[in-house]
């Protein structure tokens, strides 16, 4: 153990885990080094939906009501079948009174952590462009070796460092990695004029067989044209399709057919916003990463490099604030005589966040082929018993905790009220957007 003041954390990758986690250390007193391989916080990708969990985290962040402000209020998720039947019904009220979620871009997303970040410019120091190659761990230090952004070989040492560079991370401990694996499904998305066809405050998604799925997220706005509200749209594909997808106008008419047989209202609206050559497809590849442990000694992973899974729940951005929250919960736990002490940090991390993450992780794992495979007889099964499921009161309930990102196990949860209580002040309340 060696005393707290003179304690310098490096976070490797600079997405939600990693900068919620230097705010969060930061807070604490710590000296904290931001690791980034990119040269410029450039985020790409769809938008993604922040459920109540992780809103919780940015209360406790003190950021909420900023991110409100850009952000979608989401009040529930409604997945429709091809017949028209809802097959999945599910309202964050029916897991707490004043429960929301929040759809919000990528780029906002960041600009609202990097803005927490900004305010404590004295404890934490950024090196973009910086490449870790390699961490090498002795009983005093962490060493940290690479390329600068120059490209020249660069080599410091730290007190502790935590691994947040994502799902394809080659630094977390091998020894640590049970399962890493790419899913052979993953999804296409655009980013569009907000959708005024369906409700505003839900997230849509349309099902055939477990072959089709779409999703229209409310996503908010980017900080740069906060008038301009959007939504995502997601279209569910073999990751070998993705190269093909859209490229040409007669694929695109095919498409827009495949869900005008299905989903006409939802057709005429996309042939509206995705005639436009600013129309640009992605393709968003989901990997699987399971571990046995998150942490030991002085090295610590944390988000999808700790825990990647399917988006089949919505769980990814989620349970990286919830990793953060827990680290800098763990970090408090550990003080000893203003000393921290290592294996009491991990120890009390893994109590918070292993149950939790193997929850989600094998409820995706089950649920995943259910939506993304070419198993006939299970979407067969699911559009069978999901409906009924809905009926029944205790499992609507069930359900509604689950996608809420509070459950640590089939029959426990969190608490809004203990995640979101201030740092350095008594509960603030459940405020929601």
């Known amino acids: 153990m060696i005393p707290i003041k003179t304690i310098h954390f490096a976070i490797i990758g600079a997405g939600t885990a990693g900068l919620a986690t230097a705010t969060l250390l930061a807070q604490q007193g710590f000296q904290v080094s931001i690791f980034e391989k990119a040269q410029h916080l450039e985020p790409v990708g769809a938008g993604l939906l922040l459920q109540p969990a992780g809103l919780a985290v940015f209360e406790h962040l003190g950021v909420l009501e900023h991110a409100c402000q850009l952000g979608a ?8 079948l091809a017949d028209g039947r809802l097959l999945v019904d599910s309202h964050y009220h029916e897991a707490g009174n004043h429960y929301t979620g929040l759809g919000i871009h990528r780029a906002t997303l960041c600009h609202v952590l990097q803005t927490a970040v900004n305010q404590h410019r004295d404890a934490i120091t950024w090196f973009m ?3 870790i190659q390699q961490l090498q761990e002795s009983p005093e230090q ?3 070796i690479g390329q600068d952004a120059q490209q020249q070989p660069f080599d410091a040492a730290f007190d502790a460092v935590i691994v947040a560079n994502g799902a394809r991370s080659q630094l977390r401990p091998s020894a640590w990695v049970k399962i890493d694996q790419p899913y052979p499904w993953g999804a296409a998305w655009t980013i569009v004029p907000e959708c005024q066809q369906f409700d505003r405050e839900i997230l849509h998604q349309f099902y055939d067989t477990s072959q089709i799925m779409m999703g229209i997220l409310p996503t908010g706005a980017i900080p740069t044209a906060s008038e301009q509200r959007l939504s995502s749209v997601f279209w569910s594909l073999p990751s070998a399709q993705f190269p093909h997808f ?11 057919s495949q869900v005008s047989k ?11 916003v995705t005639q436009t050559a600013s129309t640009t497809w992605l393709s968003a590849q989901y990997r699987d990463v399971v571990m046995s442990q ?10 999808d490099a700790a825990h990647a899974m399917s988006p089949q729940l919505g769980q990814g951005a989620n349970m990286a604030l919830l990793d953060a929250w827990a680290l800098s919960q763990s970090v408090q736990h550990s003080y000893a005589q203003q000393q921290l002490g290592w294996a009491k940090l991990w120890q009390h991390y893994h109590q918070l966040r292993r149950s939790s993450t193997f929850f989600y992780q094998s409820l995706s794992r089950l649920l995943t082929p259910l939506y993304q495979s070419d198993l006939r007889w299970a979407s067969r099964m699911r559009d069978v018993l999901f409906p009924l499921m809905y009926r029944i009161p205790y499992f609507r309930r069930q359900m509604a905790i689950t996608i809420s990102g509070f459950k640590t196990n089939a029959l426990q949860q969190l608490n809004y009220a203990e995640i979101a209580q201030s740092p350095i002040a008594p509960v603030l309340g459940s405020a929601k957007c």
């Open 294 to 303: 998150y942490g030991q000694g002085r090295i610590g992973v944390i988000g």
């Open 73 to 80: 209020k989401v009040t529930g998720l409604e997945g429709q």
């Open 142 to 144: 962490v060493r940290l």
């Open 262 to 272: 299905r989903w006409g209202k939802a057709a005429d609206w996309l042939e509206q």
């Open 246 to 256: 859209l490229k040409q106008e007669q694929q695109r008419e095919l498409w827009l």
């Open 129 to 131: 462009g910086y490449d």
